[in-house]
């Protein structure tokens, strides 16, 4: 079987707040447990761009797979909610993203946060 791939050079994004989509939802396991990995498809100027994310699978509100999941609702969870996280599958949201520095001074980008959508009226502007 032949195996190919078109190789780029990966800009990473300047640090800032970038409008997405959620696109997938995954459970793996990680070295410290159980965790979700959240592949987010970004829209507007860097549409087609891909990041991902990674939260522990916590059932604690306080933690950031609960403060993520509030975000892409856009309303608080509940005590006792039960949240499909695959229901959140194509909803919008807004993502604060950091660019680093690995040791070896490759660049990258981490998504730092996760926050609500802006409200459709807010992307429009009177001239």
Do not use: H
């Amino acid at each position: 079987m032949e195996v190919r791939f078109k190789a780029t050079n990966y800009e990473p994004l300047p640090t800032g707040e970038y409008p997405a989509t959620l696109q997938n939802v995954e459970v793996s396991e990680g070295q410290y447990g159980s965790q979700v990995r959240l592949t987010f498809a970004l829209d507007g100027q860097y549409a087609g761009r891909k990041l991902t994310a990674y939260a522990r699978l916590s059932e604690s509100l306080s933690g950031k797979l609960a403060k993520w999941t509030q975000s892409i609702l856009a309303r608080p969870i509940r005590e006792g909610e039960t949240v499909d996280l695959n229901a959140l599958i194509g909803k919008p949201c807004t993502l604060v993203v950091i660019r680093a520095t690995k040791p070896d001074g490759a660049g990258f980008n981490r998504v730092e946060n996760v926050l609500p959508a802006p409200p459709p009226e807010a992307l429009f502007t009177e001239p």
